[in-house]
């Protein structure tokens, strides 16, 4: 017997699965808004003080891509898994689009490499730092419409009608995979009744139309929903797939005991409480000019001159010299080793603490630390949405609207999100240990929360 809600909800993915060309019309047009707003931008000049959202196309751009795009994106993986993916994305529409038209070649091994994710994250955000990505059109156009191209001719290269390239390669793959393991909803996998609708197709008493999940899922034994993209395609396929409420803890506390891989752990721990960190500390920390000074002062005292040099190109290190703003060597080699060194101090002191946890619960193996990891997924999808946002609200600010109320939101989503990283912790620990060694345990993972929450408390308010 289904509930109302369930039966709603279950008619969502049919409605999906029967509006195709709806869907495809929404993918089109948000690839022609996505590069308008990429493209267009180069052919002006990069704006000055006075430009503004309403009145310069390039700030308005701005705007959309960091300001409102990539924060609610990431918030929609939250709430809806990766319905942006497989409704909305312009790369994953491309990738497909050019796999339907293209050579359809076997993935090459190389590809299915787990680390992909992890690096294609820790790269595209360094290299975002070193050529300004969030400022400036050009550095835009090369960093997201280079990743559209790559996306293009991965899908026409490997595999018919799939996207390849969504699985493993797309730099915020393995970001979304985390994000979407809170989503409360998913395509629900009823087993039993898969293999009864197989055994009457097998008789040939029904015709079962074969489905194209274009992100290469397990359809049948799929669990949860990182890889999934909420494209309805398979919903009510054997009678057996729907669309259906969950608890937002049950991917990461029970599948996480099987499913959590090292990967992910290094994206949450190095990467996200890491590398991103970094990225976003690296403007306004004293220790980032401090470093800066004394490595400048290393170099003089030696007489390595070239390093002051500010020669690079634009795609190399930010150069702009019209708006006083070009990196010199030794900016970039500062902010490339900053980043690094936060992610190793940070993804080490958080690996010790769930490390201490793992061991006070009862033995440490691998396998429950990466499960542990993945209760730090909510403030690592905090961390970055408030990151991405204090862009919105510079440009905000820019316009004279008063942002007075941001600390106190800020505030709020780093307390709602310690507290759902502390219940999840809680519950995975729980499936270890009880008494004494659970809350001394529990209190490694509430270290290990002091250490991320620290990084965000110098950001918006000591610094
Ligand atoms: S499992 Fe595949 S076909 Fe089904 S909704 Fe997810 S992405 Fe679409």
Redesign the pocket.
């Known amino acids: 017997m289904h509930s109302k809600s369930s039966r709603y909800i279950a008619y969502a993915g049919y409605w999906l699965r029967d509006h195709r060309k709806v869907i495809l019309g929404i993918q089109w047009f948000i690839v022609l808004f996505y590069a308008a707003l990429i493209i267009i931008p180069c052919f002006y000049p990069v704006p000055d003080n006075d430009a503004r959202i309403l009145n310069n196309l390039t700030v308005f751009a701005q705007f959309c891509f960091w300001g409102i795009w990539w924060p609610f994106v990431l918030l929609s993986m939250i709430f809806l898994g990766r319905f942006w993916c497989?409704v909305m994305c312009p790369e994953g529409a491309l990738t497909e689009w050019a796999s339907n038209n293209g050579l359809g070649r076997p993935i090459p091994k190389w590809m299915r490499w787990g680390g992909w994710p992890f690096t294609a994250f820790a790269l595209t955000t360094i290299y975002g730092q070193l050529v300004s990505v969030y400022q400036y059109p050009w550095a835009v156009l090369l960093v997201l419409g280079g990743s559209t191209v790559a996306a293009i001719i991965v899908g026409f290269l490997y595999a018919k009608n799939k996207r390849a390239w969504c699985n493993y390669l797309c730099p915020v793959n393995g970001v979304f995979a985390l994000l979407a393991k809170l989503a409360p909803v998913y395509?629900k996998v009823d087993k039993v009744a898969w293999d009864e609708n197989r055994q009457y197709e097998k008789a040939n008493l029904i015709k079962v139309a074969q489905?194209?999940?274009?992100?290469l899922?397990p359809?049948r034994s799929?669990q949860g929903s990182s890889g999934?993209?909420?494209?309805?395609?398979?919903?009510g396929h054997h009678n057996a797939?729907d669309l259906s409420f969950r608890s937002p803890m049950d991917e990461v506390v029970r599948l996480g005991a099987s499913e959590a891989t090292f990967w992910q752990m290094a994206l949450i721990l190095y990467g996200l409480l890491g590398i991103a960190i970094g990225a976003f500390h690296w403007t306004m920390s004293p220790l980032f000019i401090q470093y800066k000074l004394t490595l400048a002062e290393f170099f003089i005292n030696h007489e390595i001159w070239w390093i002051l040099d500010n020669n690079a190109p634009w795609f190399v290190l930010t150069h702009y010299p019209e708006n006083n703003d070009v990196f010199s060597w030794l900016d970039g080699l500062c902010i490339l080793t900053y980043i690094l060194a936060t992610a190793a101090v940070m993804g080490t002191a958080l690996l010790a603490c769930l490390t201490a946890a793992t061991a006070i619960a009862g033995h440490v193996s691998r396998q429950r630390i990466y499960h542990l990891a993945q209760a730090f997924i909510p403030i690592a999808g905090a961390g970055v949405f408030l990151g991405l946002s204090a862009t919105t609200l510079s440009l905000i600010k820019h316009e004279g609207i008063s942002t007075w109320w941001a600390n106190d939101v800020r505030l709020l989503l780093l307390v709602v999100s310690s507290c759902t990283v502390a219940w999840l912790g809680f519950r995975i620990l729980q499936l270890w240990t009880s008494g004494w060694r659970l809350m001394v345990s529990f209190c490694a993972v509430l270290a290990a929360l002091a250490v991320v929450n620290s990084a965000w408390g110098l950001m918006f308010w000591w610094w």
Request: proline share 5%.
């Open positions: 497989g395509y489905v194209n999940c274009a992100p899922q359809l799929m999934c993209h909420m494209c309805g395609r398979c919903s797939i």
